[in-house]
């Protein structure tokens, strides 16, 4: 009786649907589940806890409203309090009633996910791509694990090779879902992270077969800031912006740049960034050794000022670092910068041209690009 019940409702949520909901509703059942399992809905991007719910015997249910729709959710289960791993789902959903079912054996990719159009779209775009992502991350796996041995040094090697053949073939799975289904959520991220990829014609062109519902989101400002904004080159003029620095003052970079005379060092960078990290250490010594010529000033590509503030005290910035909410929201900054990826360097001369752009970071790379600053008079 009760699995009748549990089967009834489910046909009551989707007859509600008929009629818009107001809100999500995220009803679920998944065998197996220990009781009093407590499942936890996760922003992606942000990793702020959406909602939560308990499950007993399996079923839960999550109501709440989304400010814009779809979100990009993760959900995780927890068992007295501890996560077990490979026991999360991914989700694209809107305001719309949500079905999952299945078993824990079907965590992390084999959920069923039902009732709502932007899973659907996600999964069309996700689905093809499968086999290959899992493929990538298990070489990945044994490429970390085989590390820098000598003894493996050819087999690295090969193993790269396929990583790059997988990269290429994502790569082309991915542009062909853009250009067939183009007015879909996981187009709209897929440009905003490729667009430099693409001449502004045809980033224009993708971007205008969007609804104006897709165009207005978070995602689709830095498109139409990248459409709206020169981009900025070797030879060109900086390009001014206003910023928050740890102090907590509004500055602009006009403020430091030729400032004493000296050239500066732009630096992107964000808190959770590898090889960011290891560039602070380098350049908490150019302070020193590159004092008379040199002005450092970094600006922080991260999503919350918190993350920010903290990645500052863990790595001793001694220097100048810059932060912006704008940017977050629009990309104001990064965007006319190119900034893919981090960490990434300009070099401006005191009379505030662009002489260097720097991709990456590795030992020894700030005495080979700008070694000839070193106090220089």
Known sequence: MKIQIWIGSLLALGMFACGGPKGYVIQGEITGLPDSTKLLLYHSESGTIMDSAWAVGGRFQ????????????????????????????????????????????????????????????????TSPRLTSLQ??????????????????????KSMMQQLSALDRRLDSL????LFTHTDTYPSLQ????????????????????MSPELQNRKDGKPIRTYLETESVSVGDPFMDFEAEDQNGNRVRLSDFVGKDGKYLLLDFTRAGCGPCIQANKEMR????TYSDSLQIVSFSIDNHKEVWLK???????CWPSLWSAENVDRG?????????????????????????KIRGYGKGMFDKEIGWLKNKE
């Open 62 to 125: 999550m109501k709440g409203f989304f400010e814009e729709e779809p979100q990009s959710l993760r959900m995780d289960a927890k068992v007295n309090g501890k996560e077990i791993r490979d026991w999360y789902q991914i989700m694209v959903i809107g305001n719309e009633n949500v079905v999952v079912t299945g078993d824990t054996l079907d965590f992390p990719t084999q959920l069923n996910v039902s009732g709502s159009k932007y899973q659907e779209q996600w999964m069309e775009f």
């Open 135 to 156: 493929e990538r991350d298990s070489l990945l796996v044994l490429i970390l694990k085989l590390g820098d041995d000598p003894q493996h040094e050819t087999e690295v």
């Open 174 to 177: 991915e542009e062909n879902y």
């Open 190 to 209: 897929y440009l905003s992270s490729k667009m430099y990829a693409y001449s502004k014609d045809t980033v224009k062109m993708l971007f205008d077969r």
């Open 285 to 288: 010594e150019m302070v020193d």
């Open 311 to 317: 990645s500052l005290q863990r790595d001793s910035i």
């Open 332 to 356: 104001i900054i990064t965007v006319p910068y190119e900034i893919r990826s981090t960490p990434r360097f300009f070099v401006i001369d005191p009379q505030g041209k662009v002489i260097k």
